[in-house]
Every structure is written in structure tokens, then in C-alpha cells.
């Protein structure tokens, strides 16, 4: 049972365009939310985090949304750049819980130049 | 610069022989975690310690063991490897339970 899904496995978007990653989740528990980024041979970084007591969080050109009645979570590039080209994993958790977080599969993203 | 280290990048090994991975960290954080990750799929948690309590997920095979001799180290031990055990294995650190967890490059184990 997937908790966390990122239903594009990839995604392409021209350089300095917006790029919109997505991903859904299905247990109402989650309530910390976080997204990393991994380039090939590397391990992942993270990259921004949001808790479910907002809705929005924002770090220069990475923004994360929350809609918390959707279970959705999406993550904004913008303006994209060739650095961005990397694999995004969206992950989740429940800040009380026993640590683990709950990934989803990945989604590529590939920026155009 | 602190940071989480994996030693080696690249391990080969034959069937059913032992191999340790070996994960550092100059963070000086208490939890340290060892996932599995598997080509195109979402990392698997194997195993956490918090400080010198270790956790092992309910579907970690029994072929694969931790050790945690000090705060800076953590080692990950397959007894008797097969090929499903072909993976990229992650080391990953935390302060404490609820902060972004910081991830080392990896190792990539290959079973012959």
C-alpha cells in the first residue's frame, strides 16, 4: 500500500519556465512533509519541508504548497535552471512517530535548455 | 564540512558472502537510519538506531543486521547476501526524530 505517491515519473520543462512537481498522500496522519532532491551517484539532499499547520512554504525558487483536505503536496521550481535536473522524492511522516519517513518513488526532472 | 560518509562507493560480493557497509558522520546527530533503495522505487527503511537503541523495521529480513559502536559510526551487516539484495544502500543521520534526515552518497552492492 503506497502512502506517498508521485504519479509522474518524470517531467520536462524548458529552462526558465516554472516546473511543478506533485505528489499525493493517502494517511491523514502525515503531518510533516518534506522534499529532497537526488542528483545520479549521489545520496538525496534536502531541500524544503512543510508541517500541516501551513500551507505554503517558500525558499528562494523552491515553494511548497500543502492542501491538506486533497492530501496533496506540490513543490514549485521557478524559474527553473539545468541544475535542477535531478530525481525530487517526496516524503512524509508523523512528527511523533517512531522516525520513519514514508517516500514516494521519484519523480525526474529533466530541464530543457 | 560536516557530512555523512559511506565506505566504500562501490562493493561487489558473491553470493552468500558476508559484507559490511560502513556509514560515518561528523554531525554528531543522534538518530542514524540505513535504507535500501532499489532501482525507479522509493528508499526503504531497514533499520534506525537512536543513540545506541536500535529499531528494526517489522520487514527488514533477518539477513541483515546493524551495529552502532559510537556515535560517529554505524555499520550495516548481510550475512548471506543474494542477488535480490543488489541495491544502492543509503546511510542517513537526524538531530533528533522529527528534522530532515542528512543522507550520504551511498554505496552500490552488487552480488555476483
Known amino acids: 500500500d503506497q502512502q506517498v505517491k508521485q504519479n509522474s515519473p518524470s517531467l520536462s520543462v524548458q529552462e526558465g519556465r516554472i516546473s511543478i512537481l506533485n505528489c499525493d498522500y493517502t494517511?491523514?496522519?502525515?503531518?510533516?512533509f518534506l522534499w529532497y532532491k537526488k542528483y545520479p551517484a549521489e545520496g538525496p539532499t534536502f531541500l524544503i519541508s512543510?508541517?500541516?499547520i501551513k500551507d505554503k512554504n517558500e525558499d528562494g525558487r523552491f515553494t511548497v504548497f500543502l492542501n491538506k483536505s486533497a492530501k496533496h503536496l506540490s513543490l514549485h521550481i521557478v524559474p527553473s535552471q539545468p541544475g535542477d535536473s535531478a530525481v525530487y522524492f517526496c516524503?512524509?511522516?508523523?512528527?511523533?512517530?517512531?522516525?520513519?519517513?514514508?517516500w514516494g518513488a521519484g519523480t525526474k526532472l529533466i530541464i530543457k535548455p | 564540512d560536516a557530512m555523512v560518509i559511506q565506505n566504500p562507493r562501490y562493493q561487489v560480493t558473491q553470493f552468500g558472502k558476508p559484507v559490511t557497509l560502513s556509514c560515518s558522520q561528523t554531525l554528531n546527530h543522534n538518530v542514524m537510519y540505513w535504507y535500501q533503495q532499489k532501482s525507479s522505487q522509493a528508499p526503504k527503511l531497514l533499520f534506525h538506531?537512536?543513540?545506541?537503541?536500535?529499531?528494526n523495521e517489522a520487514d527488514t529480513p533477518d539477513n541483515f543486521q546493524s551495529r552502532r559502536p559510537n556515535t560517529s559510526f554505524c555499520f550495516l551487516d548481510i550475512r548471506s547476501p543474494g542477488l535480490g539484495d543488489a541495491a544502492m544502500y543509503l546511510c542517513?543521520?537526524?538531530?533528533?526524530?522529527?528534522?530532515?534526515?542528512?543522507f550520504g552518497d551511498g554505496t552500490r552492492l552488487s552480488i555476483l
Open positions: 512543510i508541517s500541516s
Open positions: 538506531y537512536y543513540d545506541k537503541d536500535f529499531n
Open positions: 542517513a543521520t537526524s538531530r533528533v526524530s522529527n528534522q530532515p534526515q542528512h
Open positions: 516524503a512524509a511522516s508523523v512528527m511523533d512517530s517512531n522516525y520513519q519517513l514514508i
Open positions: 494517511n491523514s496522519m502525515f503531518d510533516y
